[in-house]
């Protein structure tokens, strides 16, 4: 980074449940498989802008284990986010296209993603949020030391992580708390 050299906070976003809607099959979440699938949640363009005149640096840090799996080509997801970033305009979209076995740093619920963007852009972690609807997201956030909100939904699966320092029903609620810091 040249020039200004304070830290700045930012907001970390899990993508599928929190930018976009997952897709349900039989009560399970799956990530959109094409653009067509893709539609956004509720909420979400009123929660970018309003961060964004807080000065609050927005990115995406997803898991896209299908990649490794060779469910999803690399192309769909960029495409994806492509797509996503012209509408919403994060800073950044970051991928881990790693499934469990491969044991990286950047999957969640380990902070890789998040602390690579921290030192990227000068993040004050501990001053940031994570937002995610699933326990890896909040874990991954705890372990980066920020502020973690967790999304409910109806397709939780077993919490094996940290609980979250805030729990909301919607995005709208979510204003509400990065208002307050």
């Known amino acids: 980074m040249v020039g200004d050299q304070r830290k700045r906070s930012a907001i970390f976003f899990d993508r599928d449940g929190i930018v976009n809607k997952v897709v349900l099959v039989n009560g399970r979440p799956f990530p ?15 929660l970018i802008e ?11 840090v997803t898991n896209q284990p299908d990649i490794a799996r060779r469910k999803t080509e690399s192309g769909v997801i960029e ?13 950044e ?15 969640k619920p380990l902070p890789g993603m998040l602390l690579a963007l921290a030192l990227k852009y000068n993040v004050d972690l501990e001053q940031s949020f994570m937002i995610g609807d699933r326990w890896k997201d909040i874990e991954a956030g705890h372990r980066a030391s920020c502020r973690t909100v967790w999304l409910k939904n109806t ?27």
């Open 93 to 107: 979209i970051r991928v881990c296209p790693h499934d469990d076995i491969d044991q990286c740093s950047c999957r």
């Open 50 to 60: 309003k961060a964004k005149t807080l000065n609050y640096l927005t990115f995406v």
């Open 155 to 181: 397709y939780n699966e077993e919490w094996l992580g940290v609980k979250p320092d805030y729990s909301v029903e919607d995005l709208n609620e979510c204003l509400n708390i990065i208002n307050r810091f």
């Open 79 to 91: 495409e994806i986010h492509e797509a996503i970033q012209h509408k919403l305009k994060f800073n």
């Open 32 to 46: 959109p498989r094409n653009l067509g699938e893709l539609e956004y949640l509720n909420g979400i363009h009123d």
